[in-house]
């Protein structure tokens, strides 16, 4: 799904979103994408940072009672007040497809545990063909098989992407409404503080599991 705002005009729309050409998203301040596949993604993410203007992108996903929340600001500035006065600050965002580039090994020891969790189920569909949450606990020994060889090509200990957490992910891909209500609670306050230029921004990854209640910001950004 695809949602577009600028200060002037807001569009709601779904379907393939490789039919939504440059010129079509340079009417837009912010560009928001939900439910799709890593190839979408990463194709989104991309025209946006072609624009001749920023354009602010977030990529969001539900699974069953866990939610995932990508931001990419491109080049950032904004204000914020520290004591009694106003701090300008700047920040660098990198593409969507350059965070997924770090090698998990470069991560450090307590990253989100769903960071790669969701990675690897977003590699078994795309490597199944199968569009986003097409998946389910008959696809379990698979995903399994394909994190085992995730990891051993990312060095990474396989006690890192839990297997319960894999099962619970897609025992039920379905989207959880609470789950979605806390996710776009915290999306529209980041698209505010985006438009305003107010506020420290989140950078960016946000991870939400209502399994513990904890929601998570971690900075996956090349070094």
Known sequence: MFCGCSFLLFVLASGDLSSFDVEFLSKFDVVVVSCCTLSAKKLANGKCRKLSKRVAFYAVDCRDSCGEIFVDLQDYKYSKKK??????????????????????????????????AMRVIEKFEEAEGRSTGEVSIADFSGLLKLKKEICTAQSLNESQVPDSLLKRLVTNATEFPPVCAIIG???????????SGKGDPLKNFFFFDAFDGKGIIEDISPK
């Open 83 to 116: 004591q009694d006065e106003t701090v300008e600050c700047d920040l660098k965002y990198p593409s969507f497809e350059d965070a997924l580039s770090v090698p998990w090994r470069a991560l450090h020891r307590r990253m989100s545990k769903l960071y790669y």
């Open 185 to 195: 609670g915290i999306l529209g306050q980041e698209v505010i503080k985006a438009i």
